[in-house]
C-alpha cells in the first residue's frame, strides 16, 4: 500500500491538517474505530479565540498560570496569535457558533479564564467542529478515509519514517509507504478505570514512540476533569459536565449541601478539593448545583448536559447532580517542535498525542482545540513546503504484530511504566 501522507486518526486536529494539505497530494486517514469515536467530538465547552490585542497579556497570564508556569512561553504565544485566524477559517469551512441577540459572537468563560473569550455551539462545541471538518474533508477527491483500520507501528530507518504498519478493518496486517507520517491519535483514557475519553485511546503515540527511543515529555502529567456524572457502572465511558456550567453560575456542594471550593479555580485545585471532600464526607461523589443558571439559558447553552441529567432520572432545573472526578486530558505526548515535528524525521505528531509545551502541567479550558487545530496546520504547512520522495521500506516483519492482544498489552505496559518512572522520578 501506498500514499504519499498518512494520517492516522480522525478527530479535529487529524482533519484539519489533511485539509490544509496541497490537494495534488495522495493523502489516507485512518482511525481505529468509527470516523465519530474521537475525544473531538465529546468537547464540549468551546474553543478559545484572542478577542483583541488588549486580551493578549490576560490570556497568556491565564494558560501560564492553569500550567503551573511550566509552559513553553513560545507554543502559548503562537497558539494565541493564531487564534483568530484559525476560528475565521473554521466559520468559512461551515463552523456555526453561538451568537448573541447582535449578530456578534456570544463568548462565554470557564474556570481559570479572567475573561470571557471562549467561542462555542450550545454544549456541544467539538462534535460541531469536527463534523464540519469531516464533511470539507469528505469533498476532496484526495483525501481517502479508512475506518476500523490500526497503526500498529511506525517503520523508521536511519532516522527517517518511511511508513507504517497497519491492521486493516478485515483483519489484514499491511505496510504502507509514504512521503510523511503524521500521528492524531488521540489521548491516554482507555487506559483507565474512569474516563471521560473514548476506550480505544490508548496512548498509541506514545508507546511507539517509547518503542523506537523517541523522544517524549510531561508523559507524567495527566488532567483530571472535576466534573463528571457520577454513574455506579464505572464500566460506562464517564459523560462530562463542562466547566462551562461553572463558568455560567454553577456551584459544588458537599453531602450537606454546603459550598466548599471556588468552583473557578483550574481543573487540578478543583479535583484536588472534590476528591478531599468526597474523603471527608466519606461519599463516591459530590453534588453539582446547576440551577444558579437561568432555565432558559440552561436548556439553550446546555442542551445535552440537560438530556442526559434527564435520562439519569435529573431534573437540573430543580434538583442538584451527583459529580466526580475522571481522566479527562493528557498533556504530555510524544515531544514536537513548534511545526508538530518529532524527533524521527518525516514523522509528525499533533493533537492530544504530541506535547508542545503550551499546556505544561495542567491544561486552561477551552484550550486543547484550538492548540490542536494551531498546530495541525504548521504541520501541514511545513510538509507542503518540503516535499519529500518516498523511500524504500525494507523488509518488515509482520509476523510480529500477529498477536493482538499481546501487542496491545506491551504498549500499555509501555507507556504506564513510563508514567511511573516520570511521576517517581527514577
Request: net charge negative.
Amino acid at each position: 500500500m501506498n500514499t504519499d501522507i498518512l494520517i492516522v486518526g480522525s478527530g479535529c486536529s487529524g482533519l484539519y491538517c489533511a485539509l490544509n494539505l496541497p490537494e495534488d497530494k495522495k493523502i489516507t486517514v485512518i482511525t481505529k474505530a468509527a470516523l465519530e469515536e474521537c475525544n473531538s467530538f465529546l468537547a464540549q465547552g468551546g474553543i478559545c479565540v484572542l478577542r483583541d490585542e488588549n486580551d493578549y497579556d490576560s490570556f497568556f497570564e491565564d494558560t501560564m498560570k492553569a500550567g503551573h508556569y511550566e509552559n513553553d512561553k513560545t507554543s502559548v504565544d503562537i497558539m494565541i496569535r493564531s487564534s483568530r485566524e484559525v476560528i475565521n477559517d473554521l466559520i468559512r469551512l461551515g463552523v456555526d457558533f453561538t451568537k448573541g441577540e447582535d449578530g456578534n459572537p456570544d463568548y462565554t468563560r470557564e474556570g481559570a479564564h479572567s475573561k470571557k473569550r471562549i467561542m462555542y455551539h450550545e454544549d456541544v462545541t467539538g462534535k460541531e467542529i469536527t463534523s464540519k471538518l469531516l464533511a470539507r474533508v469528505k469533498e476532496r477527491d484526495n483525501i481517502t478515509l479508512m475506518e476500523y483500520t490500526s497503526l500498529l507501528d511506525v517503520i523508521i530507518q536511519d532516522n527517517i519514517c518511511r511508513g507504517a504498519v497497519l491492521r486493516l478493518a478485515d483483519g489484514t496486517i499491511t505496510t504502507v509507504n509514504t512521503q510523511y507520517t503524521v500521528l492524531a491519535t488521540g489521548g491516554i483514557g482507555g487506559l483507565y478505570k474512569h474516563s471521560t475519553n473514548f476506550r480505544q485511546l490508548t496512548a498509541d503515540a506514545v508507546a511507539i514512540a517509547l518503542k523506537h527511543g523517541l523522544e517524549v515529555r510531561d508523559v507524567n502529567y495527566i488532567q483530571i476533569h472535576p466534573t463528571t456524572f457520577y454513574n455506579r457502572d464505572s464500566s460506562e465511558r464517564s459523560f462530562l459536565i463542562s466547566e462551562s456550567v461553572r463558568g455560567e453560575g454553577a456551584k459544588l456542594y458537599n453531602k450537606n449541601m454546603e459550598r466548599f471550593v471556588n468552583e473557578l479555580l483550574p481543573r487540578d485545585q478543583v479535583s484536588k478539593a472534590i476528591f478531599e471532600q468526597m474523603e471527608k464526607d466519606g461519599t463516591e461523589h459530590v453534588w453539582e448545583d446547576l440551577r444558579p443558571i437561568d432555565p432558559e439559558a440552561l436548556k439553550t447553552h446546555f442542551p445535552n448536559i440537560v438530556e442526559y441529567c434527564a435520562k439519569k432520572g435529573y431534573d437540573v432545573t430543580k434538583e442538584c447532580i451527583p459529580v466526580v472526578p475522571a481522566q479527562h486530558y493528557y498533556m504530555g505526548g510524544v515531544k514536537v517542535d513548534k511545526y508538530s515535528r518529532s524527533s524521527a524525521e518525516r514523522l509528525y505528531v499533533v493533537g492530544e498525542a504530541a506535547c508542545n509545551g503550551v499546556h505544561g502541567k495542567n491544561r486552561l479550558a477551552s484550550n486543547s482545540l484550538l492548540e490542536s487545530l494551531v498546530f495541525a496546520r504548521r504541520a501541514a504547512g511545513q510538509m507542503a513546503a518540503n516535499p519529500a520522495e518516498a523511500l524504500p521500506l525494507g523488509e518488515v516483519n509482520l509476523s510480529l504484530y500477529a498477536d493482538k492482544e499481546k501487542l496491545e498489552q506491551d504498549y500499555k505496559t509501555l507507556v504506564l511504566k513510563e508514567i511511573e518512572r516520570r511521576t517517581n522520578n527514577v
